[in-house]
């Protein structure tokens, strides 16, 4: 089966499934396969649920009856059918990663965007060599605008991701201690991630480029750069206030978000910068940002009984996490909590990271430290206002004891660890 065919088919049907308990009508089917499944199994259950074909890699799957598409691999003919679709659009996209703040990036950008162009968005975090061909396969010939996250966890990846969606512009939120095990050390995360960058370069595409961030400005060199955040950027953005939700100021316009965290500056900068660059009226780009509420446990700024929370438990590691308690030390608030759950991915840095933030919160003064999971349970600490759990089950007996009440709390951890656990508690 040729792509040009695949792609005929594809163009007649409703959409694309990889999953037998989510079919649609008329939709195609991609049997793939892992580690503890294989879809080619189910390929009599999706005809029978209406599916309108079925792409197999195994010759025993397929029907002479016509149902069913027989590829060598199915996940590359998925692949290079998303890659082929995109080309046929000939529209914009642009492709962002990084080690924090992707999906909120991601989510501001398209909720600015959208005010002017009809857009098409990665959903949720689909971000992976899989979720990436969904997502440009979302896209058809109403799409003015696309917008693909990127994620990874090993070199490589980036650069497989960007060739399938061939971008136009590219944006990375930052360089951290993200996926360890994976990249085997920061200078692995850095060159990981500029593969985006080298992409865009060979193709002379054009790059968004947070001025403030050394490593951006370092890494961008020789690039058709598109820059945010200082004085001599080509977008100035001020922040106005941290201390609730951010404020900024763009060309003259206060801007109120419904983002915490100083950390998200550089999130809802770019944004706007992007915004700009493709001409949204300054009104709208206010208005797409104002409008955006944060949701599936990130900066989410939660009020229950007398207890107010900061809920940022969608994932965590070392430079986000201290990034968070950086921001929350400075945070108004007088009966401080932590609730701090293991980072995962970390490989050999484990131990380590794990022992530098506790050795954080040992020099700084919170109310009470509440740490949880394996990892940080082997840490050592001096401090009195620490206390340490092995497991979920061993915090809640302690707060079902003993709640917190009018309390200032911040929830931060790995989504293995499902911290948001901790709100049934309160």
């Known amino acids: 089966m040729n792509i040009t065919s695949l792609h005929n088919f594809f163009l007649e049907s409703s959409g694309i499934c990889t999953d037998t308990r989510k079919i649609f009508k008329n939709c195609i089917f991609f049997a793939l396969k892992g ?15 209406g599916a309108f074909k079925v792409v197999v890699d195994q010759a025993a799957f397929h029907k002479n009856t016509g149902e069913t598409v027989l590829v060598d691999d199915v996940l590359l003919a998925l692949q290079q059918l998303a890659q082929f679709h995109r080309t046929s659009l000939k529209l914009p996209i642009i492709s962002l990663t990084g080690s924090n703040g992707k999906t ?15 857009t098409s968005a990665t959903k949720g975090n689909l971000n992976n060599h899989i979720g990436v061909p969904l997502t440009l396969l979302d896209m058809n010939k109403d799409t003015e605008i696309g917008i693909v996250e990127m994620g990874a966890n090993h070199l490589g990846e980036i650069k497989l991701l960007s060739n ?10 930052n360089f951290g201690k993200a996926h360890l095990e994976g990249f085997g050390s920061l200078e692995g995360v850095v060159k990981g991630k500029t593969e ?7 193709q002379k595409k054009k790059i968004f480029v947070n001025a403030n961030d050394p490593k951006q400005v370092s890494s961008s060199k020789g690039i058709d750069s598109i820059t945010f955040g200082t004085d001599t950027a080509d977008f100035n953005i001020l922040l106005i206030d941290s201390s609730h939700h ?3 100021s763009f060309n003259s316009t206060e801007i109120q978000s419904n983002l915490v965290g100083a ?6 900068s770019a944004a706007i910068a992007v915004g700009a660059y493709f001409k949204v009226p300054i009104e709208k780009i206010k208005a797409g940002i104002e409008e955006y509420i944060p949701t599936n446990n990130r900066s989410q700024l939660i009020t229950k009984g007398r207890n107010t929370i900061l809920m940022d438990a969608y994932n965590a590691n070392p430079t986000s996490m201290l990034a968070a308690l950086e921001n929350f030390k400075q945070s108004k608030g007088e009966n401080k909590i932590l609730f701090l759950g293991d980072m995962f991915e970390l490989g050999s840095d484990a131990e380590i990271e794990h022992q530098n933030i506790v050795n954080y919160l040992n020099e700084n003064s919170f109310g009470k430290v509440f740490l949880i999971g394996s990892n940080f349970f082997k840490t050592t600490n001096q401090a009195s206002h620490i206390h340490s759990f092995k497991n979920f089950e061993t915090l809640k007996n302690e707060l079902e ?6 309390a200032t709390i911040l929830i931060k951890a790995s989504r293995g660890m499902a911290l948001e656990r901790i709100l049934e508690l309160l």
Do not use: M
Request: charged share 20%; proline share 5%; aromatic share 14%.
């Open 35 to 49: 580690d503890n499944f294989n879809g080619n199994l189910f390929t009599q259950e999706a005809i029978e649920k």
């Open 104 to 118: 909120t990036t991601k989510e501001l950008i398209n909720a600015v965007l959208s005010k002017k162009y009809k």
């Open 164 to 173: 399938i969606a061939k971008p136009d512009y590219g944006y990375i939120t």
């Open 196 to 202: 985006l960058y080298q992409f865009l370069k060979a």
């Open 246 to 248: 951010l404020r900024l």
């Open 263 to 268: 950390y998200n500056f550089a999130n809802l």
């Open 401 to 406: 004891n003993q709640p917190p009440n009018n």
